[in-house]
T-cell receptor
Framework: QVQLQESGPGLVKPSGTLSLTCAVSGVSISSNNWWSWVRQPPGKGLEWIGEIQLSGDTNYNPSLKSRVAISIDKPNNQLSLKLNSVTAADTAVYYCAREGIPYNGGDYWGQGTLITVSS | QSALTQPASVSGSPGQSITLSCTGTSSDVGKYKYVSWYQQHPGRAPKLMIHDVSNRPSGVSNRFSGSKSGKTASLTISGLQAEDEADYYC??????????FGTGTKVTVL
């Protein structure tokens, strides 16, 4: 059973860096999949953040590319997201997902974690 | 990249069929067969309902079907049930090797 679980600080100060991890179980993060991050501001729609493959290859949303970094931690079977220079507009539920079907986004998703940007 | 365009809301009575649209551009929906649909209930993570335009993952009801014509993809829900009331998002792979989601449609079962 593939499971993903996001974790993070809950609250981040403006201009700071948002750091999240996604613990993966039931499948090796070293498998031949892409892994992605998606966010959803309260009451709004989904926004794709970016993706990473085991090789380290990444693709990012052009609107976030200058502020985002996704990485893979093989020993701990998890992936990470860092978003710097955050503002209130980055307040959202952040999801990680496995892209088990090529070019089709996530087939397994975490439950999401709410990150609020506020002083 | 701009979000794919979906109607804000669609409603139907139990047992009816409804169709949700998702309009993109020649750089995403119009270029690839890589269109997915997600169902999201309040407070829950999105659930994949359709991939590759018209394929259902294992466990998804055959009441859900997908299609595409040009730059517009569609999701049809047949035999509408109360449990189908949720938000639905389309997604497409793009020529920039990224993904773009739709604006989302709220489905109401009357």
């Amino acid at each position: 059973q593939v499971q993903l679980q996001e974790s993070g600080p809950g609250l981040v100060k403006p201009s700071g860096t948002l750091s999240l991890t996604c613990a993966v179980s039931g499948v090796s993060i070293s498998s031949n999949n892409w892994w992605s991050w998606v966010r959803q501001p309260p009451g709004k729609g989904l926004e794709w953040i970016g993706e990473i493959q085991l090789s380290g290859d990444t693709n990012y949303n052009p609107s976030l590319k200058s502020r985002v970094a996704i990485s893979i931690d093989k020993p701990n079977n998890q992936l990470s997201l860092k978003l710097n220079s955050v503002t209130a507009a980055d307040t959202a539920v952040y999801y990680c997902a496995r892209e088990g079907i090529p070019y089709n986004g996530g087939d397994y998703w975490g439950q999401g974690t709410l990150i609020t940007v506020s002083s | 990249q701009s979000a794919l365009t979906q109607p804000a809301s669609v409603s139907g009575s139990p047992g009816q069929s409804i169709t949700l649209s998702c309009t993109g551009t020649s750089s995403d929906v119009g270029k690839y067969k890589y269109v997915s649909w997600y169902q999201q209930h309040p407070g829950r993570a999105p659930k994949l309902m359709i991939h590759d335009v018209s394929n259902r993952p294992s466990g998804v009801s055959n009441r859900f079907s997908g299609s595409k014509s040009g730059k517009t993809a569609s999701l049809t829900i047949s035999g509408l049930q109360a449990e189908d009331e949720a938000d639905y998002y389309c997604s497409s792979y793009t020529r920039s090797n990224t993904y773009v989601f739709g604006t989302g449609t709220k489905v109401t079962v009357l």
